[in-house]
């Protein structure tokens, strides 16, 4: 069964980046498109982005030309990269995959803005 888990979190400075992987397991990772999400303290999960299996990607308006994903289909990791980080950024994140009816959620990994 396909799993998913995600590292790469961490505290950083506001202006900062981190990249973030997520990990699949299964033989059917690399047919799915991945989407990342946040959650945000005491907050519901907000869509960040996804990439498809063509690569292709779909971003949120208020991360689009600051967070880029992209994937290793070999690896099967998919990765976000998390480029001037605001306070609002701030968050668990998750990777997510909808795979034949199944809503498939990793742990996450915590990201935190703050000086």
């Known amino acids: 069964q396909m799993q998913l888990v995600e590292s790469g979190g961490g505290l950083v400075q506001p202006g900062g980046a981190l990249k973030l992987t997520c990990k699949g397991s299964?033989?059917?990772?690399?047919?799915?498109?991945v989407a990342w999400y946040r959650q945000g303290p005491g907050k519901g999960r907000d869509f960040v982005g996804d990439i498809g299996v063509d690569g292709s990607t779909i971003y949120a308006d208020s991360v689009r030309g600051r967070h880029t994903i992209t994937r290793d289909i070999d690896k099967d990791l998919v990765y976000l990269q998390l480029n001037d980080l605001r306070p609002e950024d701030t968050g668990l994140y998750f990777c997510?995959?909808?795979?034949?009816?199944?809503?498939?959620w990793g742990q996450g990994t915590q990201v935190t803005v703050a000086l």
């Open positions: 299964g033989r059917d990772f690399r047919f799915a498109a």
């Open positions: 997510y995959v909808d795979w034949q009816g199944r809503n498939i």
